[in-house]
């Protein structure tokens, strides 16, 4: 089993004519990835072509839903239209609207979410990296990719990894792959003080999955949402899991990187996580090159096979 997509998840690209929607288009297309549709208002009755491939583009997501059936999009849409972009797709009734954009006023985004109240999509983002359930074909081909995450990085199994970074995503999947352990999902969050799906939503979801034997949580400094987390895995979560916490040099008061990740709080500091994280059964890496490492210590510790 995967969460959230699998092989199977029709998507649809909004913005799939500009530069960066279209590479990334391309490279999920090659991955296997059930690309239905594209979304550019204006262009609507023109193709993309890739290969053998040849999409239709739709001028709106509703247009483009009734037309192919999709159930999931993906957001490449500057940031000043991008928030539009996510209702447009809330308002199709997608059960999945995955926003790559960042830079997306915080002030829109506090609209989006009290927009989306009560309505059925699941936002992934903004200022992600997106979603990869892997395939079992050759470089894990056959599964399902949606956003910016290398697909041939990734290998089907057993672990799930939810991550606010990008970058520390992918480098807790290779290491994951290189010790021939598998991915169910990995599930990148992004790093806006203002997101659709938390640490929390994720881990929920890997830990109902029986497929889902073990789990990567990388967080960093700013807001409480890792201290959220650990505690409910404290309570709920008998699976092995390991954290990251990146962050732990930056001063407080200055914003390191990603929008949220600004330290306000007791909480907020890389220390305060991973002392929190400690407390809670999780097992830290001490530097990011030790993710998967401390993975399987607490799975040995534990007697549960990752493979």
């Not at 308002?91 to 915080?106: S, W």
């Not at 985004?109 to 009560?118: E, F, I, S, T, W």
């Not at 034997?213 to 990388?218: A, E, L, N, P, R």
Request: with cysteine; glycine share 14%; charged share 20%.
């Amino acid at each position: 089993m995967a969460i959230i997509v699998n092989e199977k998840t029709k998507v649809l690209v909004q913005g799939i004519t500009g530069e960066f929607g279209g590479r990334h288009t391309k490279l999920s297309l090659d991955y296997g990835t059930q690309i239905v549709a594209g979304v550019t208002p204006g262009k609507g009755g023109q193709f993309f072509e890739h290969g053998a491939h040849r999409v239709p583009i739709f001028n709106t997501v509703s247009d483009a839903v009734a037309a192919t059936g999709a159930t999931a999009a993906a957001v490449f849409v500057p940031p000043p239209f991008a928030a539009d972009a996510i209702l447009e797709g809330v308002d199709a009734n997608l059960d999945l609207c995955v926003a790559i954009t960042e830079g997306i006023p915080i002030r829109d985004m506090v609209q989006v979410k009290r927009a989306m109240l009560g309505r059925k999509t699941r936002l992934i983002g903004p200022n992600c990296p997106g979603i990869v359930t892997p395939g079992a074909g050759p470089d894990s081909s056959g599964g399902c990719r949606i956003g910016i995450a290398p697909g041939y990085i990734h290998r089907k199994g057993h672990v799930g990894v939810v991550s606010r970074s990008g970058t520390l995503t992918y480098e807790a999947v290779f290491q994951l792959t290189s010790k021939g352990l598998g991915q169910t999902t990995s599930v990148g969050i992004g790093g806006d003080p203002v997101n659709g799906t938390s640490h929390l939503d994720v881990l929920k979801m890997f830990n109902d999955d029986p497929d889902t034997w073990g789990i990567i949580m990388i967080g960093e400094i700013g807001g409480n949402a890792e201290a959220e987390a650990a505690r409910w895995i404290k309570a709920n979560c008998q699976k092995p899991v390991a954290g990251f916490i990146a962050g732990a040099t930056a001063p407080a008061g200055r914003r390191m990187g990603h929008a949220g990740a600004v330290i306000g709080g007791a909480e907020d500091t890389a220390a305060a996580k991973i002392a929190i994280f400690k407390e809670c059964g999780i097992e830290c890496a001490v530097t990011p090159s030790d993710m998967a490492d401390a993975l399987l210590r607490i799975a040995q510790a534990r007697g549960v096979k990752l493979a």
